[in-house]
C-alpha cells in the first residue's frame, strides 16, 4: 500500500468535492444508497473488513495530514507533530477501530433504514458532547475512500466510490441532524438568566 500518508493531495480534493457536493444538496447529499449501491457496499465491505484495524489507523494519520485542524478534537493527539508515530499508536488504533465499528454497524443496516438513522443521529449527538463539530464529519469519509482503493485494488470502480460517498453523505447529514438536536436540548436546558451570565463572562 506504500506510505500512509501519500496521495494526500488527492484524498485532500476528494474531502472537499464531498464537502461541496453536501452543502449543494447534489446527488447522495442526505439520500440514502439504492439497492444496486448497498449490494455494493456490502460485496466491497468483505473485503474491507479484513484490514480494518490498518484502514483506521491510515484514515486518521492521513485526516491530521490533510485537515491538522483536526487534532484539536483529539487531546491525546493535539501536540503530536510527527504523524508517522501515529501509525504505531494504541489509542489511535482504538478510535480507527471503533470509527470502522461504526461503519460496520452502518453497512449491516442498509436494509434497516430506521435502525441506521437512529445509529447516526445517536452519534451525532455523543459527537456534540465530544465538542466534535460537524465541519470534520465530511471529511472522515473521504479519507476511508482513499485508504480503501488500494485494498480493493481492481474491484474499485466510479460506480463503487459513488456507492461508498453516497453512504457517507447520508451517514453525516444524520449525524450532523443528531448534533443539531443535542445542540438545541443542551441550550433549551439552560435558563435565560445562565445564558445571559455566560454573555457577560465571555472574554
Not at 456490502?42 to 494519520?61: H, Y
Not at 507533530?81 to 470509527?99: C, F, I, P, Q, W
Amino acid at each position: 500500500m506504500g506510505c500512509a500518508i501519500s496521495g494526500l493531495a488527492e484524498s485532500a480534493g476528494l474531502a472537499e468535492k464531498i464537502v461541496r457536493d453536501h452543502d449543494a444538496g447534489g446527488r447522495g447529499g442526505g439520500q440514502h444508497p439504492n439497492q444496486d449501491q448497498i449490494d455494493m457496499i456490502k460485496e466491497s465491505w468483505k473485503v474491507i473488513r479484513d484490514d480494518i484495524a490498518k484502514v483506521g489507523i491510515i484514515v486518521f494519520v492521513r485526516l491530521f495530514e490533510t485537515h491538522p485542524e483536526c487534532k484539536d478534537v483529539f487531546f491525546l493527539f493535539r501536540d503530536v507533530k510527527d504523524l508517522e508515530r501515529l501509525r504505531t499508536s494504541r489509542e489511535l488504533r482504538a478510535h480507527g477501530l471503533r470509527v470502522m465499528s461504526f461503519i460496520e454497524k452502518s453497512v449491516a443496516r442498509l436494509d434497516q433504514l430506521e435502525r441506521l438513522e437512529a445509529l447516526a443521529v445517536e452519534l451525532g449527538k455523543s459527537h456534540y458532547h465530544y465538542s466534535a463539530p460537524p465541519k470534520y464529519y465530511d471529511y472522515v469519509g473521504a479519507e476511508f475512500i482513499s485508504a480503501v482503493q488500494p485494498i480493493l485494488k481492481d474491484r474499485w470502480t466510479a460506480e463503487l466510490e459513488e456507492a461508498w460517498k453516497t453512504l457517507f453523505q447520508y451517514v453525516t447529514c444524520l449525524m450532523k441532524q443528531g448534533y443539531k438536536e443535542a445542540d438545541r436540548q443542551n441550550h433549551a436546558a439552560v435558563s435565560p438568566k445562565e445564558r445571559a451570565d455566560k454573555r457577560n463572562t465571555a472574554l
